[in-house]
């Protein structure tokens, strides 16, 4: 609990300039995942995880049924709150190992560039396993590794020195696995131009 509680004091102090600093480079990036969440989303009833200032859900909710956005910062959930949202839109706090949802509840799950920041990405994939719908879809664009970029190093390394350290640093075919072993069945991924490669994918259940 002194851990979680360390990662929340830090997601706290980097609330209010979380949302510059994604921008920043990511442009391109982001546009892509607006566009495609939009589609994948329309009116279905949607959760996203670690949602951080709203950045995804501002730009996509208004097309939903109904979408929860969530995280474990109180602060980062102030700064979301903050300005023009859609009215499908709702805030809440939740930890994403401990989700409080009830089992199959959700059509689409997003959660980005979030799990490679957990200490326990797989609890986190179980408790979207639960609340995902059979036929649901899990979006989950992630950064992956890339040795060889110095633009990527440069980043990653400032985030490190702000205390925002990469628990996992997957490749794209480790995240890929990744998925795979935590009973997703990746059906379309890419891998987007950012200050740190990104790798969009969605998901479904295995066995669906």
């Known amino acids: ?14 609330a209010p300039v979380y949302a510059p600093t994604m921008k920043f480079g990511n442009d391109r990036a982001y546009r892509f995942l607006y566009y495609r969440i939009r589609k994948v989303a329309k009116d279905k009833r949607v959760l996203e995880i670690a949602t ?33 949202n859609p009215e499908q839109l709702t805030y809440e706090y939740a930890n994403a190992v401990r989700l409080r949802y009830a089992d199959e509840s959700f059509d689409v799950v997003i959660i980005a560039n979030a799990l490679h920041v957990m200490p326990e990405p797989e609890a986190a994939l179980a408790q979207i396993r639960r609340v995902l719908k059979p036929k649901g879809i899990l979006i989950a664009p992630n950064f992956i ?17 702000m205390g925002v350290s990469f628990e996992r640093a997957w490749s794209e075919e480790g995240y890929r696995t990744f998925l795979e072993e935590n009973g997703f ?19 479904v259940k295995k066995g669906m």
């Open 1 to 14: 609990m002194q851990e979680e509680q360390r990662k929340t004091e830090i997601w706290d102090k980097f």
């Open 52 to 84: 951080g200032p709203g950045l995804i859900a501002k730009h996509v909710a208004d097309v939903t049924g109904s979408m929860v956005a969530t995280d474990f910062s109180v602060k980062m959930l102030e700064q979301a709150r903050k300005g023009k």
């Open 185 to 203: 069945r990746v059906v379309n991924a890419k891998v987007l131009d950012a200050w740190i490669p990104m790798m969009y994918t969605e998901s």
């Open 145 to 161: 590794h890339d040795n060889d970029s110095r633009k990527s190093g440069f980043f990653s390394g400032t985030l490190k020195k």
